[in-house]
């Protein structure tokens, strides 16, 4: 499968965005789907995971309760909403695939990911 994500830009604190991942190639619903992001000289970030159907989802404690993730798998397609956004929150943003057969097992661990989309870049200024 491969990976397009969207909908990054320039947004004031306390603003929203949301994110879109586009996926093509083979069968949407074998993949668990997950966004990571990436600030500038630190390493990937977890943010937030969802299954294969969408019937579970996990979040970063950092980003929980303002940020949802969600899929359409009619359109082969993963969203993160992201509401009150900070600063902090500036990072480039991926979003990742993984095999829906490895279940919840290291979810938030970059390395069990092996497809990854291009990024999007959010800034949240202050």
């Known amino acids: 499968v491969q990976l397009q994500a969207s909908g990054g830009g320039l947004v004031q604190a306390g603003g929203s965005l949301r994110l879109s991942c586009a996926a093509s190639g083979r069968t949407f619903t074998n993949y668990y789907m997950a966004w990571f992001r990436q600030a500038p000289g630190k390493k990937h970030e977890f943010v937030a995971v969802?299954?294969?159907?969408?019937?579970?989802?996990y979040y970063a404690d950092t980003i929980k309760g303002r940020f949802t993730i969600s899929r359409d798998n009619a359109k082969n397609t993963v969203y993160l909403q992201m509401n009150a956004l900070k600063p902090e929150d500036t990072a480039t943003y991926y979003c990742?695939?993984?095999?829906?057969?490895?279940?919840?097992?290291?979810?938030?661990?970059?390395?069990?990911?092996?497809?990854w989309g291009q990024g999007t870049q959010v800034t949240v200024s202050s």
């Open positions: 969802i299954s294969s159907h969408g019937d579970s989802s």
């Open positions: 990742a695939a993984r095999y829906a057969a490895q279940g919840d097992a290291q979810y938030n661990s970059d390395s069990q990911y092996h497809i």
